[in-house]
């Protein structure tokens, strides 16, 4: 046992070499459906980096096994980045591309630029949903309220990379919302973070009381 | 000047059980305030949470493996022991292993024995508070009061807020005819807490108040009882653990999300926009702003969007 020991520590290197990463060169989905992309790594935990707007991943902190990626968009090509890490080096990255609903391809416009990942543990890709915000009267919660934002459909929007939080009409108003007089309220607004500011789509709408309306938010809001 | 004497709200102790009944009558709050949507988060593993009482059953099958620690502040004869029953009960709604009964059921529950085994105690009151906090509890239950105001505890409260501790105090059984709700739980330096029914309207014994800061679940509560086995109790007694339970957890869930831990005045000024109205709309005698909602506390655990450019 102890010569089998020594021979093993003899064979580990002092030094670690990042793992190789790959990718398939294409994955096929359909808008409205989840599109999963599974890397072939021997690497502990791989990062993952949409390259184009409109894909939406669900945040990999969320997912138990960073090794495959939950993504959806609407119809076109995207591409999609991963790399892996041993100790402070990144492996190379690898690039596939997402094909939704058959989208024909098209040449790339310009030559894919490598990504310059960090070299330890990258920061999480930011959110690529919406911010909903849940707007209602000063004061606490109607009961109504707090129904309807108990919904299961909301934990949902959540795995499609939406954000849910609520605020009072005041606080609303003071992170900038617009809110017309005569809202009804509550209503849901809907922000795209981009930066440091916040941009609202859409105008008010009233605040979801079934899954499905919840489930609707977003096209509704657009 | 004579030590101020303070003493358990009267509370109305209902059958006990060797085994409990079914999972939606121990204790109905669990499910009722939809505690799941903070223990999704967290169970509170790794918080310490305080009780200040009669003393703890430390071998009751839910307590031990949660239990911390304990201490005497009344020369008991007894020790930490707990031979009155009031102070096992709602040490095991704040954090007993059962989910069941034990709102936070992760946490580590440290007990100063304040009250002596009759129910009643002066000075050993703050020293178990003290000795609470030294342990490293950060929410302390309080299901005691009605003694009258000192101006010397008061400024012990007002230094503990500062220094970002939550203490929270049952507001009393006296009724909806009377002008204020005991002190301390009165005083602006810690939480107050109201009793409800299980139809979530106030139960006819929690006192009306002007300073009502939530309300939790205090009717037919059943909880641990010391020497093994349940007991249902009703007060503002069993709604105040069930209330710092809830904190406790909240309070676990900001720290792993890295997030700011408020001061009790600022946790007033949340839990009076994220509770849910029950009764009289708005900030009321009865319930104060409603019932203390995890669901609306989980939704401050999102950080706040940039804001809105145009």
């Known amino acids: 046992m102890r010569v089998v020991l020594a021979l093993l520590l003899f064979a580990s290197p002092a030094w670690a070499e990042p793992p190789a990463l790959k990718l398939p060169a294409e994955v096929h989905g359909t808008s409205g459906a989840f599109v999963t992309v599974t890397a072939e790594t021997a690497g502990k935990i791989v990062r993952w980096l949409p390259m184009d707007a409109g894909l939406s991943m669900i945040p990999s902190h969320l997912l138990r096994d960073t090794k495959t990626a939950v993504l959806m968009a609407p119809k076109g090509r995207y591409r999609l980045a991963a790399f892996t890490a041993a100790g402070d080096e990144p492996s190379e990255p690898a690039i596939t591309v997402i094909v939704v609903d058959g989208a024909a391809p098209k040449p790339p416009d310009v030559t894919p630029t490598p990504v310059d990942p960090p070299p330890t543990e990258p920061t999480p890709p930011a959110p690529t949903g919406f911010y909903f915000l849940a707007v209602r009267p000063d004061g606490p919660a109607h009961p109504s309220f707090t129904a309807a934002m108990s919904l299961d459909a909301w934990g949902e929007l959540r795995t499609k990379g939406h954000t849910i939080k609520d605020k009072t009409l005041t606080k609303a108003r003071a992170l900038g919302a617009n809110i017309p007089a005569g809202t009804m309220l509550p209503c849901v607004i809907a922000l795209r973070v981009e930066g440091n500011k916040s941009k609202q789509v859409g105008r008010p709408v009233d605040l979801p009381t079934t899954d499905s309306q919840v489930l609707a938010l977003p096209e509704a809001i657009n | ?310």
């Open chain 2, 1 to 310: 000047m004579s030590e101020p004497i303070y003493t358990l709200p009267p509370v109305f102790r209902g059958p006990s059980a060797d085994v409990l009944p079914l999972a939606g009558e121990v204790n109905w709050g669990i499910e009722k305030f939809a505690v799941d949507k903070l223990r999704i988060i967290t169970d509170g593993d790794g918080i310490k949470l305080g009780i200040v009482d009669t003393g703890i059953d430390d071998r009751h099958p839910i307590i031990a493996p949660n239990f911390g620690g304990a201490a005497d502040f009344t020369g008991s004869r007894n020790g930490y022991r707990d031979v009155n029953g009031h102070g096992t009960h709602c040490s095991a709604t704040v954090g007993g292993s059962d989910p069941r009964i034990g709102v936070a059921p992760g946490a580590t529950i440290y007990h100063g024995k304040g009250l002596g085994d009759g129910g009643s105690g002066g000075n050993g009151l703050i020293d178990a508070i003290q000795w609470c906090i030294d342990q490293g509890c950060t929410v302390v239950s309080n299901s005691w009061g009605g003694g009258g105001q000192s101006v010397s505890w008061e400024r012990r409260f007002q230094s503990w807020a500062e220094a970002g501790i939550w203490l929270i105090f049952a507001g009393g059984n006296s009724g909806p005819n009377t002008p204020d709700t005991d002190w301390p739980g009165r005083s602006l330096n810690l939480l107050n807490v109201a009793a409800l029914n299980p139809n979530m309207t106030r139960a006819s014994f929690s006192s009306k108040g002007d300073k009502i800061d939530t309300s939790g679940p205090g009717v037919d509560i059943w909880s641990a009882k010391p020497g093994g086995g349940f007991q249902r109790m009703s007060g503002t007694s069993m709604a105040t653990p069930f209330v710092a339970g809830l904190l406790g957890l909240y309070r676990r869930a900001l720290e792993l999300a890295g997030m700011p831990i408020p001061n009790v005045y600022e946790l007033r000024k949340l839990l009076a926009v994220d509770s849910t109205d029950i009764g009289t709309p708005g900030d009321d005698r009865d319930t104060g702003p409603g019932y203390v909602t995890p669901l609306l506390l989980s939704l401050n655990l999102v950080p706040d969007p940039p804001p809105v450019s145009e």
